[in-house]
């Protein structure tokens, strides 16, 4: 393996001035440094990172903080994440809060002990009680993705929620169906809180009520969405169609009607929120309401690394990308009633 000793040979300068040339530790000629850098790509000498961080005061490290890596929605997002950090010379410190606040703190504290320096956040919460509660523990240019937090200044990218819930609820509302449950999301965390308000908007615009029991608890959980969804399918009038508030939701409400023996969607509709990489293999297909996840994630690092690089203050911008409407197969038509006010 290459040494500071062979680089400082090949460049011909003593070896402290070769690590003042690629520390940039002491004074030292372009001229030298030309040689230096040379010598180090000629010889494929790899400078210890972590030392010259604590020189430099530089990390090249950005911190990525998801609520779970293993959702292939917030996978997507890593991976272009991690690629845009490599080309431009940074490293990616990727972590999941499992939607806990208090995890997400910790690793807030973790991070800055990291002296990464830049941050790119799914926060677990939206309300002004938690922005006063992290505000203090962020420290350098940040990035608030798919959510804003109340009282933090910083830049935002996110879905139009509203609008993803208002597409879904109208394109069932469209097949004819008017007892559409939804699996309803987390307090506190506008996501869901605008997933839900759309599927709201939409039934005043036609005229229809919506009823408490169609109202079901998913909390974004896979687990909670499959439990309440065969809760209520036991029921007394179970919904016609299910509207997921996300894609993790959706699988649970899926593996809910199968364990039921329902067909999907010749007995239930379904449509979801975020899409599938592997939406072609499932079984059908789901109709889902999408969000450009690849140009939300490549536009949130692209906006963190200018802010780091010309270290400039956060505006606050809200950027809100338009979602879409993806139809497969898991959503069907009734025949509407003849006194359904919006058949008529």
Known sequence: ???????????????????????RSAPVSEEVIAKVEAAVRDIGYVP??????????????????LPDITNPHFAKVAKVVESACLNAGY????????????????ILTMMRMQRVEGLIIIPTRSDAEHGARIIGQIHVPTILLDSFVEGLPYDVIKLDNIAAGRIATEHLIGLGH??????????????????????????????????????LSGRFDQVLAHDNTLRRMRQPDPPTAIFALSNMMMLGVLNALRELRLNVPGDVSVIG???????????????????P?????????????????????????????????????????LMPASDDPVAS
């Open 178 to 215: 008017r007892r559409i449950a939804v699996t309803v999301g987390r307090d506190n965390i506008v996501t869901g809180e605008d997933r839900l308000q759309g599927y709201l908007q939409a039934h005043a615009a036609y005229g229809l009520t919506v009823d408490n029991d169609l109202l």
């Open 293 to 333: 996840v690849l140009e939300m994630a490549q536009m949130s690092i692209a906006a963190l690394l200018d802010e780091i690089a010309r270290k400039t203050p956060p505006t606050g911008t809200r950027t809100v990308f338009a979602p879409k409407l993806v139809v497969r197969e898991s959503c069907a038509a």
């Open 48 to 65: 210890h990172g972590g030392a010259r961080s604590l020189r430099m005061g530089q990390s090249r490290l950005i911190g990525l903080i």
């Open 1 to 23: 393996m290459a040494t500071i000793k062979d680089v400082a040979k090949l460049a011909g300068v003593a070896i402290s001035t070769a690590s003042a040339a690629i520390n």
């Open 273 to 291: 929120i975020d899409d599938f990489d592997f939406a072609n293999i499932m079984n059908p297909p789901p109709t889902v309401v999408a969000a």
């Open 91 to 106: 490293m990616a410190a990727v972590y999941s809060t499992s939607e806990d606040h208090d995890r997400e703190r910790q």
